[in-house]
């Protein structure tokens, strides 16, 4: 089993930036992907970025490429999205995932098996 525990979110003006963190703990050998998705009032639940546990090659969603950065730090067992020149329309719970396999679907909520309980990110003036 892998534990994901995120935190990071808060509410913050139009254009300014948040961190959100996602310590993974347990059988974390496991884990080959580790995402982040988010999912706003009334909306599925949509991809956001991921990233490769080991290998370091990162995927994000066209909403968000050249505003979000996300990265890793293996000995902390962590992974962070950077959120910069936030909006209204990112306001959303995220939440982190991770995935075993090495051949998923990247931005499929249905092939990561681990969640996370998901922090709540607010873009409000």
């Known amino acids: 089993q892998v534990q994901l525990v995120e935190s990071g979110g808060g509410l913050v003006q139009p254009g300014g930036s948040l961190r959100l963190s996602c310590a993974a703990s347990?059988?974390?050998?496991?884990?080959?992907?580790m995402g982040w998705f988010r999912q706003a009032p009334g909306k599925e639940r949509e991809f956001v970025s991921a990233?490769?546990?080991?290998?370091?090659?990162?995927y994000y969603a066209d909403s968000v490429k050249g505003r979000f950065t996300i990265s890793r730090n293996n000995a902390k067992n962590t992974v962070y999205l950077q959120m910069n020149s936030l909006k209204p329309e990112d306001t959303a719970v995220y939440y982190c995932?991770?995935?075993?396999?090495?051949?998923?679907?990247?931005?499929?909520?249905?092939?990561?098996?681990?969640w996370g309980q998901g922090t709540q990110v607010t873009v409000s003036s």
């Open positions: 995932a991770a995935a075993r396999g090495s051949f998923i679907n990247i931005d499929s909520r249905h092939d990561y098996e681990y």
């Open positions: 990233i490769t546990w080991s290998g370091g090659s990162t």
């Open positions: 347990g059988r974390t050998f496991n884990i080959y992907f």
